[in-house]
């Protein structure tokens, strides 16, 4: 299935409304992570509360330590910073990269926006060597979003 073919499915998911909003966004993990070959690990990240941090919310993959991370820290905290998408081809290649799992090599990071402010983001990891396209880019900033309309 292409990414253009999941949009319909990500609308629907967003508009069932007798649905909790983290049971829509498991909903949207699910959906990606079982449909996208190379999408390994996907989850959402939000900021907590006024604290400088992002605090891990609803996900699909392997356990993460990682249910916190300081704003700045990793290339989710740097998002958090930068307000910009991130797209990480090589993971062994980045500084401030934190490892979740040692079969990950490369992430895509796509901030959530809602009134203008940066509130959370999408966070995906995969095992395949540089995956990520312009095409995933734009197809998680719609997923992004569509997610802003719930929050």
Sequence with gaps: MTLEQLRPQISTIISEHTATVDER???ICEVLESNVPYYNWVGFYFRNGDKEELKLGPYVGAPTDHTII??????????AVSNQNFVVPDVSAQDNYIACSMTVKAE????????G????QIDIDSNTP???SEEDERFLEFVCTQVASLL
């Design 25 to 27: 966004l498991l909903s």
């Design 70 to 79: 300081p704003f700045g820290k990793g290339i989710c905290g740097q998002v």
């Design 108 to 115: 895509i990071v796509v901030p959530i926006f809602v009134n």
């Design 117 to 120: 402010e940066n509130i959370g």
């Design 130 to 132: 540089d995956p990520f």
